[in-house]
């Protein structure tokens, strides 16, 4: 017997038992749809964690005062105050020397030290409070920064009273937008606006702030020492090495100033690659949890699967007889029988494919996010904790589904269909 024939004998079984085969599938695109959903979203939160720690710089790390410093961004990617669990009565006591000490060790490519705090920035006639302000020292910062400019270039020599303002405060904060070679007025002091950075660069994301040179900001800013740091952010050379470095840096560190129990240190060292790769296998780890769960209900489709073939067979015996008893094979009646189960599966993967990327874009809209379909595993993120993005809805997660829930159905009837080539005609033509 053709294939052909074989498909259409299938679908015609398939046709005739519609509630019964409906409500087999409904299990199916229950299953399908839950790890679609589910795949989707965690991929797209992977991504979005990659991005945002990307944006940190895997090759910058951050020495911070106080030993509970949680991890934050290096140049003023989170506002004063924030990325620390440490006491905020705690002295500032990264100095000069400390740079001094980093600047030897191997595999260490520039040393910056950076002070911060919030001023009152004006511009025609409007002031905006707390502005987040950050000092930093013009001779490496261009170097060692993950900022993207829009317009306009980063701090040089020379710029005693020069500025480079986010997105955010250049555009939206004073009703008008603050061209590049502008004055603006922060804590009465007059300074040249010399960049304005990118949408979304570290800076842009944490809202309105201001980099200067690190002696203006210090002239301006209140609690902020002649001759210490609140960071250090120092870009390595080779990222492999990053853990060594850390473990080089804590060891100098505590050796220049005399600490010799680690549980004493007034510092920590935040290592953006470290913490990349533990929080990505915590995602991986999530992500296969779910789909789990998710594939527990595709079980209970496939059990669905099995009972509705079982019982097409005890409602096909006759019929099974009538064509083994005018020459069909019984690979013929076995293909039948999985063809059919398989066209189940595939009905059903379908529908929860669909399912699975409306749900995920609802989800996404509810949380005031967009979702993106994209040709390959890679594109946008969703992720809440990290503020939005979109789920991943990539070609093979979908083929992958499609694929996944015909070879569901096809296992589910492999055994009923093989009884159904086993009947023995005279038997089967007996059959009431």
Not at 426 to 432: G, I, Q, W
């Given at each position: 017997m053709r294939l052909k024939k074989s498909l259409h004998l299938a679908i015609n079984i398939f046709l005739h038992s519609k509630l019964r085969s409906w409500l087999t599938i409904i299990g199916i695109i229950v299953g399908i749809s839950a790890v679609v959903s589910i795949v989707s979203m965690s991929l797209g939160a992977q991504q979005q964690l990659e991005e945002r720690l990307g944006s940190l710089g895997a090759d910058v790390l951050t020495v911070s005062p106080g030993m509970q410093r949680a991890f934050g961004g290096g140049f003023g990617g989170a506002p004063p105050g924030e990325g620390s669990s440490s006491d905020s009565s705690e002295s500032k006591?990264?100095?000069d020397k400390d740079i001094i000490v980093l600047k030897s060790i191997s595999n260490v490519k520039y040393v910056m030290g950076q002070v911060s705090g919030e001023a009152?920035?004006?511009?025609?006639?409007?002031?905006?409070?707390?502005?987040?302000?950050?000092?930093?020292?013009?001779?490496?910062?261009?170097?060692?920064t993950t900022e993207t400019l829009s317009s306009g270039r980063f701090l040089a020599s020379g710029d005693l009273y020069s500025a480079v303002i986010s997105s955010n405060l250049a555009t939206s904060v004073f009703g008008k937008e603050i061209p590049i070679n502008t004055k603006i007025t922060i804590e009465g002091k007059s300074f040249n606006v010399v960049g304005i950075l990118a949408e979304g660069s570290t800076g842009g994301r944490g809202g309105s702030s201001v980099y200067i040179p690190i002696g203006a900001a210090r002239a301006i800013l209140e609690d902020v020492g002649k001759d210490e740091y609140d960071s250090i952010s120092v870009k390595i050379e080779?990222?492999?090495?990053?853990?060594?470095?850390?473990?080089?840096?804590?060891?100098?560190?505590?050796?220049?100033?005399?600490?010799?129990?680690?549980?004493?240190?007034?510092?920590?060292?935040?290592?953006?690659?470290?913490?990349?790769?533990?929080?990505?296998?915590?995602?991986?780890?999530?992500?296969?949890?779910?789909?789990?769960?998710?594939a527990i209900s595709l079980i209970v489709g496939a059990i669905g699967i099995a009972n509705t073939m079982f019982t097409a067979v005890l409602e096909k015996t006759k019929e099974?007889?009538?064509?083994?008893?005018?020459?069909?094979?019984?690979?013929?009646?076995?293909?039948?029988?999985?063809?059919?189960?398989?066209?189940?599966?595939?009905?059903?993967?379908?529908?929860?494919?669909?399912?699975?990327?409306?749900?995920?874009?609802?989800?996404?809209?509810?949380?005031?996010?967009?979702?993106?379909?994209?040709?390959?595993?890679?594109?946008?993120?969703?992720?809440?904790?990290?503020?939005g993005g979109s789920s991943v809805l990539s070609i093979q997660l979908i083929i992958g589904s499609l694929l996944f829930a015909v070879l569901i159905g096809m296992i589910a009837g492999a055994i009923p269909a093989y009884r159904a080539s086993k009947l023995n005609p005279?038997?089967?033509?007996?059959?009431?």
């Open positions: 006591n990264l100095t009152d920035v004006s511009y025609s006639g409007k002031t905006s409070k707390n502005v987040n302000t950050y000092g930093v020292e013009i001779s490496t910062w261009k170097d060692i080779d990222v492999s090495l990053s853990n060594q470095t850390v473990t080089d840096i804590t060891k100098k560190l505590m050796l220049s100033r005399g600490i010799l129990n680690e549980k004493k240190k007034d510092f920590s060292v935040s290592n953006p690659a470290s913490m990349q790769a533990t929080m990505e296998a915590t995602m991986s780890t999530m992500t296969l949890f779910l789909a789990a769960i998710a099974i007889g009538i064509m083994k008893a005018i020459g069909v094979q019984n690979k013929d009646i076995m293909t039948i029988f999985l063809l059919n189960s398989g066209l189940i599966g595939l009905v059903g993967g379908l529908g929860g494919v669909l399912v699975g990327v409306l749900s995920s874009t609802a989800i996404n809209t509810m949380a005031g996010i967009t979702s993106t379909t994209q040709g390959g595993p890679g594109g946008g993120g969703m992720l809440s904790m990290l503020g005279v038997d089967a033509l007996r059959y009431e």
